[in-house]
């Protein structure tokens, strides 16, 4: 079996663009724009290229600008000595504008995991949060600020959709995870970023185009991208049934995580309210497509929540559902989000689950609950309800 797509999401009810005080007092100053900037990131190599030549530069400052971000991790012009002085600037401008600003930072677990806030174009505010262990590092991204699924039990569904990120801003949230780590900064951990897992705010098929491209930039060899395995990202879905049909097509072998939560649509119905539109007999029928098409085990995401969905019955009928399937369970305790009545299981009812479902054959771990102190668990990263935060670390 292999190990928990490792864990965590962060997410954040930020509201309408600029919901806090903060942001919008900021976004009401500066007039920033609600889109952001083209980066570097949003191009393909040979897109690349021609934006360049457009700019009067030779066709391959492309490949040396690439090799500064994505090997070096590198944005400062001031530190790319291969490229002439007189036309460094202009190049950094035009191909590698900053796209996300941290509005704080904050770690725990003795440092081994970091949670950003950051804010982007028009003031929306997203976060990123970056998990050490020891054979790994796995940052946890957003792929759009709030999202529009409205799951009751998830705090970013509770504040609606701000924007979809762009494909650099998604991988801008990775190459920071990237200098984070390889600056030494995550307690206990490899220095080198090698996982990935699109659990953070928002739906990231919701948001196809561009997180399709930032896939493809995470995982091209560097210097074209970050050389990323495409084994060790995992894209974690609601259940958005033509998306997921779409994405078995693209020839790729990301992980695939289900959000199922309910094996039964008379429940998943209230937890998940897009399975009115695809209910679980469809989303199940795309995963094990994809999984048929892609050979990769799918995880199917269940947050225990008590009383709710955590019923023995619910564990033997979700057990059927899976038996003989390429899936995995991965259980999430719940994280209760402020002013919600829901709670996580009780332990007794937790083993259970557990064992109902591995007597029925189907691999079943129990997702860690890193980060919580900070707001930094699944569900629950409200970047206004930072305890105590002081201000942001700079970046280069
Ligand atoms: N929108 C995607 C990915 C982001 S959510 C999705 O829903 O799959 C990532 C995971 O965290 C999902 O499995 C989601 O159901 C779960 N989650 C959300 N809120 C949670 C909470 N309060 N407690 C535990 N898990 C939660
Ligand atoms: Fe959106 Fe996922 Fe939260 Fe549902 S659980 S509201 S799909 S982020």
Not at 59 to 74: E, K, P, V
Request: charge should be positive; charged fraction near 20%; proline fraction near 8%.
């Amino acid at each position: 079996m292999p190990p928990l797509p490792d864990a965590l999401l962060p997410l954040v009810p930020t509201g309408p663009a600029g919901s806090t005080d903060e942001s919008s007092r900021g976004a009401h100053r500066r007039s920033p724009p609600a889109r952001p900037s083209r980066h570097l990131a949003d191009l393909d190599p040979a897109e690349r290229r021609s934006a360049v030549v457009a700019l009067g530069e030779p066709a391959y400052r492309a490949d040396q600008l690439s090799r500064h971000y994505f090997a070096r991790l590198c944005a400062d012009p001031g530190q790319m000595s291969d490229i002439p002085a007189a036309g460094r600037e202009a190049l950094a401008r035009h191909f590698l504008p900053t796209l996300l600003t941290v509005v704080r930072e904050a770690s725990c677990d003795d440092g081994a995991t970091v949670k950003t806030l950051w804010r982007g174009a028009g003031g929306a505010l997203v976060e990123s949060v970056l998990m050490g262990y020891a054979d790994r590092a796995t940052a946890c991204v957003s792929s759009q600020a709030g999202c529009g699924m409205g799951c009751p039990f998830c705090a970013t569904g509770q504040g609606g959709l701000t924007r979809n990120l762009s494909a650099a801003e998604i991988v801008e949230q990775v190459v920071a995870a990237a200098r984070v780590a390889a600056q030494g900064r995550l307690s206990g951990a490899p220095p080198r970023l090698s996982n990935i897992v699109f659990m953070g705010m928002g739906e990231p098929l919701a948001n196809y185009r561009a997180v399709l491209s930032a896939i493809r930039t995470l995982t091209s060899p560097q210097p074209h991208g970050l050389g990323l395995a495409q084994r060790s990202l995992t894209l974690s879905t609601v259940g958005l049934v033509p998306a997921m049909r779409r994405l078995a097509g693209e020839g790729l072998s990301v992980t695939l995580a289900v959000s199922l939560h309910a094996p039964d649509d008379e429940l998943r119905d209230t937890l998940v309210p897009v399975n009115r539109r695809w209910p679980v007999r469809e989303v199940l029928a795309a995963a094990w497509r994809y999984a048929g098409v892609t050979g990769r085990r799918v995880s199917i995401e269940y947050a225990l929540i008590r009383d709710v969905n955590d019923q023995p019955e619910r564990a033997s009928a979700l057990g059927r559902l899976l038996r003989g399937r390429l899936a995995h369970v991965n259980l999430i305790p719940l994280n209760p989000t402020p002013g919600s009545v829901w709670t996580a299981s009780r332990p007794g009812r937790q083993r259970e689950f557990v064992a109902r479902l591995r007597a029925l054959g189907v691999p079943t771990t129990v997702r860690d609950t890193r980060g919580r102190e900070i707001g930094g668990a699944c569900g629950q990263l409200a970047g206004a309800e930072l305890p105590g935060i002081g201000p942001a670390t700079p970046r280069s």
